[in-house]
């Protein structure tokens, strides 16, 4: 935990901007009017107050208060505040996707992580970039994830889709369709279940999880007939995992485990590549489900949707899914605070 934190009990939230010309600075607004959330933690914006007084007006939120200060040592607590990482005016085409935006969801992305790994900030909340628009000789990632696990100095990271009492990860995340296959291999599953498992542990303060795992192949590779995939690597991870006293069961067919419900009756489910597990999540709990990035030292959520350029600029986005990312990274810092006070009291 930050000092600033510490002193006042109070998490710090950064949040990065993500592509202005999304429904990014939209959420966040909306989010973060409320005064009751400053009860809870203290949010800092990453981008610009010329960029959020643009869409405070569109919105018509006049109401919606924030303190802009120039670095993180001058956080004022109990406001909504706006660092600004860029001071110059820029040109905001709400929808409009282009260079621009992509450009300066980077720079808020890399201050905000500079200041996450400093500790001056108590864990990350990403609104959405393009994924398209912010490659660029300097940033060569696929998403947020990557990067972020390459700033940690971890070799990988668990994508895990929270809502509730669902949480699905996912062993292969953004990979063509093309590859999965071949990225699956039993020491890639034995590490995410290990992940998985460590975090429902650490993150969510569930002592003795239960986790599903999916198969790969149509109907779990129908006992080798559709793909022997299950039986060469995924079924012997899970025994690999099972021998350190954890509940791991599958393969499951995905199709009749998420149909039937199966979810319910586990704390976590790990699927194999990106749609296998997003499209169910998404199906449950779209506008509500959460992105967090396990298996990293700090803690960064994010919302389950993308820059929703079709609907940026006209006050439509739904908020829920940004404010539920910020409500569960506080959860999570308290979490693991909690954590260390019963490992040193166990001292």
């Not at 609907?311 to 404010?323: L, M, P, Q, V, W």
């Amino acid at each position: 935990m930050s000092e600033s934190s510490s002193k006042k009990n109070k998490p710090v939230i950064g949040i990065s901007i993500g592509d202005i010309n999304g429904i990014g600075p939209e959420v966040i607004i909306k989010s973060l009017e409320d005064n009751r959330i400053l009860k809870q933690f203290t949010p800092v914006i990453y981008g610009s107050g010329k960029v959020i007084s643009f869409y405070r007006k569109g919105l018509n939120k006049e109401n919606f208060n924030y303190q802009q200060i120039s670095s993180i040592d001058k956080l004022i607590h109990k406001k909504v505040n706006v660092l600004n990482v860029w001071n110059e005016t820029i040109e905001i085409t709400p929808g409009q996707a282009n260079e621009t935006g992509g450009k300066y969801a980077v720079l808020s992305l890399q201050r905000a992580v500079a200041d996450l790994k400093d500790g001056k900030i108590d864990a990350l909340t990403t609104a959405p970039l393009s994924k398209e628009l912010v490659q660029s000789d300097d940033f060569k990632f696929p998403g947020h994830t990557e990067y972020l696990t390459q700033e940690a100095g971890e070799s990988e990271s668990l994508m895990f889709l929270v809502h509730d009492d669902l949480r699905v990860g996912v062993v292969t995340g953004h990979v063509a369709l093309n590859k999965v296959s071949e990225k699956i291999t039993k020491d890639k599953v034995i590490s995410k279940l290990q992940k998985m498992i460590k975090s429902l542990q650490k993150d969510f303060g569930i002592k003795k999880p239960r986790v599903a795992v999916m198969g790969l192949n149509p109907h779990a590779g129908e006992n080798g007939l559709l793909g022997d995939e299950e039986e060469k690597i995924i079924s012997p991870a899970i025994e690999e995992v099972k021998k350190g006293h954890n509940i791991v069961a599958g393969p499951f067919p995905a199709d009749g485990f998420f149909g039937m419900r199966s979810y319910k009756h586990y704390d976590g489910v790990l699927a194999m590549y990106h749609d296998q597990g997003l499209i169910p999540f998404k199906t449950l709990a779209f506008e509500e489900g959460i992105n967090y990035t396990a298996g990293l030292p700090f803690v960064r959520t994010s919302p389950d949707h993308g820059t929703a350029f079709s609907i940026a600029g006209k006050n439509e986005a739904d908020e829920t899914s940004f404010r539920n990312a910020l409500y569960l990274a506080n959860d999570i810092i308290r979490q693991r605070n909690e954590n260390q006070y019963e490992n040193a009291d166990e001292k």
